[in-house]
């Protein structure tokens, strides 16, 4: 009896592990996005409208999914460290720069563009006559720049020569902007004409400077994908992929985005170009 005993103990082991391996075969991928850093930013929609295509086109090979997004926003200084961790995000989307390129390799599939080549100003409108007689780099150099501490355009606008004046939140920007504590913002044209829809009424006077167009070569927008979750990186790879072959990506970013580079008449305005090797 003991015996018989022992191997129908033995027998139940065997097909729990069966079981438990079947349904870990079947676990779904769980993506872990930030959130936008406020009401008002909405940049974060095209890139979670991008990464849910990618993980639907993969279905097949990969299997179900699900998407996570962080309760709060997460900082921009503090998602590199928990995309190492794989704690609160898996999924980071970064206008990429040295630290993180050294930190994880990201997936070269540019799911912006190069939108953020071109980039416009937000500035307040009593300094438009100012702005109208800038022509030159030189020119420029003489206004200061608001950013975060922690935006790769800091660095890429300090090397250029700007005194940058840090703000303590994305939402700060836009009131420091409009108190005077620096001339312009720099913003890329997917993102500068939704933010002042979103500020019209409480910031009337911050206006998009009219005549410039400031041109930042290799700025590549990138996703990186936490290094404990390589399975998920492969799935978004090729699933970018197939974006990019079938024309969905690039339908996708007009959907979002090409009514404001037709309004920003790239073509009639004065460019200056930074250096940012």
Known sequence: M??????????????????????????????????????????HLYNWEVVNRALELTESEFGSYSIEVTGEAIPNHQRLRELLLNRYLNVAMQLTNEEWEQTIEPIRVPIRFGAYTQRLMLIHKKNADAFKKINTLQDLQAFSAGVRQSWTTKNTLIKNGFLTVPAYSYDALFAMLNKGRFDFLLRGVHEIYPELEARKDEFPDLIIEPHLVVNVPNSHYYIFVSPETPHIKERLTKGLQVMLENNEMKALFDKYYASYFEKAELGNRTEIIFDNP
């Open 2 to 43: 003991v015996q018989l005993g022992g191997v129908f103990v033995k027998i139940k082991v065997v097909l729990w592990l069966i079981v438990f391996c079947s349904f870990q075969g079947l676990a779904a991928d769980v993506v872990k996005l930030n959130r936008g850093h406020s009401d008002k930013d909405v940049r």
